[in-house]
């Protein structure tokens, strides 16, 4: 999509942040519970995903950049760290012990260690993060492809979406949980990330693995992720919007 579509993701979220910087400062929480900003992504959002999926090809690829191009900093937002205990345990262990669980509407349900993934069909990509605050930075990331790992564990033919369970806790009784669908999951840049810039995926940024989908934005890259469940619908889980940020007034695709 053109840089100059009025139908831009982004350029419609930097309008959004002109008319509403301090509300976009203090933080995804505080514009979600605007019920005007609410209003205006719900409206966007069917044109954009429209507009978008009919311009850009299944298997168009977001922009990728040079090592020389990286960010000297890069925003670690959102959760920086799980409290839960078990998962502490795991970091002091090196996620020796951690395993993904994939499952749903899947053949051969499976779970797989960090070595596991490591050994499948990976893809390094430099790429730029665009955050709904209003803010960019390009990292270095290496992981597992998705497709190649969704057509190994074989997917029913009633599944529709792919549900990321994720180990932070946004509050009390609401643990983070994000959706794609399956154009998006079987995009070739479309990787479960385990190195961010040469180096392993640091707690603040999801470790040991979080998704990288980089045709949306950033709120879709779920970090700390725990379980995949393919589902043939996303209506019964958590507020049934499709993503914890989505149960808050925001939309559920997030193309760029």
């Excluded at 978008?52 to 890069?74: G, I, Y």
């Excluded at 709904?132 to 790992?149: F, M, R, T």
């Amino acid at each position: 999509m053109s840089a100059q579509s009025g139908l831009n993701r982004r350029g419609f979220l930097t309008r959004i942040s002109a008319a509403g910087g301090a509300l976009l400062l203090g933080g995804c929480d505080q514009l979600s519970q605007s019920p005007t900003f609410r209003d205006i992504l719900g409206k966007a959002e069917g044109a954009t995903q429209r507009v978008q999926r009919f311009v850009l090809s299944h298997r168009s690829m977001a922009r990728e950049f040079s090592e020389s191009e990286l960010s000297k900093h890069f925003k670690a937002n959102g959760s920086i760290n799980v409290e839960d205990a078990s998962y502490q345990t795991m970091v002091r262990d090196g996620f020796a012990n951690w395993r993904l669980k994939i499952d749903g509407l899947v053949e051969r349900p499976t779970s797989l260690s960090l070595d596991e993934l490591r050994r499948l069909p990976s893809r390094t990509q430099i790429t730029r993060h665009d955050c709904v605050e209003g803010w960019s930075a390009i990292g270095k990331w290496k992981g597992a492809q998705l497709g190649p790992l969704l057509q190994s564990v074989g997917l029913k033919p009633n599944a529709r979406y792919l549900v990321f369970h994720c180990a932070d806790m946004m509050s009390p009784g609401a643990p983070y949980y994000e959706s794609i669908d399956l154009i998006d999951a079987f995009h070739p840049q479309t990787i479960l990330a385990y190195d961010m810039n040469e180096q392993t995926l640091p707690v603040p940024y999801g470790a040991p693995l979080r998704l990288r989908v980089e045709r949306q934005l950033g709120y879709k890259m779920a970090k700390y992720v725990m379980r995949i469940e393919a589902v043939a619908s996303f209506s019964a889980i958590g507020g049934g919007n499709g993503g914890f940020w989505e149960d808050r007034g925001y939309e559920w695709y997030a193309g760029i």
